[in-house]
């Protein structure tokens, strides 16, 4: 929405965005532009861009649906533990392991769904989404070493060839495909409305592969008597694990880290505040993500010594939270406006 301008030569020019309403007096402090709330630090209304998170987001809408495949995914998963441990086969075991890589990707959705609904406290002044990132890295550690095992038993079995009821095994594989066909048809009209919902899609379609693999174990075996069928099927879906897996655990250590988030290139940043009329440089750029899908930007804006004694530093706060929201989806930015000069005497983080 746009509001009423200064008039005269003393306006901070526009930088060509969606158009942001002035603001009052000068400061040169921080100023954050919070997700969801479409007001910043001072106040001023930015309607234009609407990212509000939480129970109105398409997914949102989607949590009994997800909560509904959890629970058939982790049942199936038990199941086949359970399977494994009856016919003696690892193939049971490594697709039980599958299965609960695709369900801690649905569990560790909605954990975020809940904990980004828990209130910031003084202490933990980001609330408890951080949470979800610990979540999943001791996941990622636990499928790692899931998927260890499986290698080497399946190596061991190849060495020395375990017998496997094949019949119970193919029971098995039946009972986890019709479940797996039971959470393809809850996700089905979900698909098309949420990504998550997607994702969660083509996971479950990837899990009734890995238990159509169950059967044909079981119906090789049983009509040839070929026992190593069992552990190199087992490494099949055993590989399917690691890469997810792998992606998982990098990213979790990432954001643990503070690493800049993909796709955020900090010098184009750089450049595109840069070119705003009224600053003259831009330092101390820092940009990390709290949790999966919530980046927070800072830094610190040199400006034009006329913008602050002119009173017009608000203006310049709303212009460059409107730069990071439009052109970078960045919700939560904090800015220090400062004069010329003042980098001298400060003690960076870095250049």
Not at 56 to 71: D, F, K, P, Q, S
Not at 129 to 140: G, K, T, V
């Amino acid at each position: 929405m746009m509001g009423p301008q200064p008039q005269g030569r003393d306006q901070v020019p526009d930088h060509g965005d969606d158009g942001t309403p002035p603001g009052g007096g000068a400061r040169t402090g921080s100023a954050h532009s919070r997700a969801g709330t479409g007001r910043n630090h001072s106040g001023h209304n930015h309607g234009a861009h609407d990212h509000s998170h939480g129970p109105a987001t398409v997914t949102g809408g989607y949590r009994r649906v997800l909560t509904i495949v959890l629970l058939i995914s982790l049942g199936i998963a038990a199941a086949e533990v359970a399977g494994a441990v009856i016919t003696g086969a690892l193939v049971l075991f490594a697709d039980a392991a599958h299965m609960a890589a695709d369900a801690a990707g649905i569990g560790l959705s909605l954990l975020a769904a809940w904990f980004a609904s828990r209130p910031a406290t003084g202490r933990r002044t980001f609330g408890y989404a951080r949470a979800e990132i610990l979540a999943a890295m001791a996941n990622s550690l636990l499928l790692l070493a899931m998927a260890a095992i499986i290698v080497v038993e399946a190596i061991r079995r190849i060495v020395t060839p375990a017998a496997v009821s094949s019949g119970l095994l193919i029971a098995f594989g039946i009972g986890a495909l019709l479940a797996n066909a039971c959470s393809l048809a809850v996700l089905r009209h979900g698909q098309a409305d949420s990504l998550n919902v997607r994702s969660a899609f083509l996971e479950v379609a990837a899990d009734t592969l890995g238990a159509a693999a169950v059967i044909a174990t079981g119906v090789v075996i049983s009509t040839t008597g070929f026992d190593l069928a069992d552990p190199i099927a087992s490494l099949a879906v055993g590989a399917l694990i690691l890469p997810r897996t792998w992606r998982l655990l990098r990213e979790a250590t990432d954001i643990l880290l503070e690493a800049s988030p993909k796709g955020i290139d900090l010098e184009e940043i750089r450049q595109h505040m840069a070119a705003l009329p009224g600053i003259t440089d831009v330092h101390e750029l820092h940009v990390w993500t709290i949790t999966s899908g919530l980046p927070v930007f800072s830094a610190h804006v040199v400006v034009d010594r006329m913008i602050i004694e002119r009173g017009q530093t608000a203006i310049m706060l709303d212009k460059l939270q409107a730069c990071l929201r439009g052109h970078f989806d960045v919700e939560h930015s904090t800015f220090q406006l400062e004069p010329a000069g003042h980098a001298e005497h400060e003690q960076p983080m870095h250049d």
